[in-house]
């Protein structure tokens, strides 16, 4: 017998970090851009489709948290080593992104930098939580 109304634990866990200079509307764009992919490449992070009491279809989300950290640039870029070194599917967002004005744009500005020198603003990471926390070591939550 299962019970319906026990807390959900989750084996994975979906983690953003933003360096701390960012301004807000970079944060909550960076943030957005992060996430974006993850179901494309990880379609067990998404959920069932939405409906309201008058069944609106509304599109389906994530089927967990998304927790979003922040550190300094030498935090972020310690946690981005850590991710490839582990090899978790993460997304990165570089500085250079933000004169960008398209994915073409993007994802050219990402290639003509090796991945040691990118300017990272933002890292995206899943996979275990264990493993995602040893990634995010000395990140602090978003305030």
Known sequence: MTNDD???RFDTK???LLRTDLAGWQRLNVTAFLV???GTRRPEVI???YADADDTPYLPM????VLVFEGGKELLTGAHERAVARSLPCSVFTS???ATGNDRDNRAAVRAVSRGQLDLVGLAVYGPRNAVDKVFKGARMHR
């Open 6 to 8: 026990a807390p959900v």
């Open 14 to 16: 979906i983690a953003v």
């Open 36 to 38: 974006s992919g993850l």
């Open 47 to 49: 959920g069932e489709p």
């Open 62 to 65: 994530f089927r967990q948290p």
């Open 96 to 98: 250079d992104l933000f």
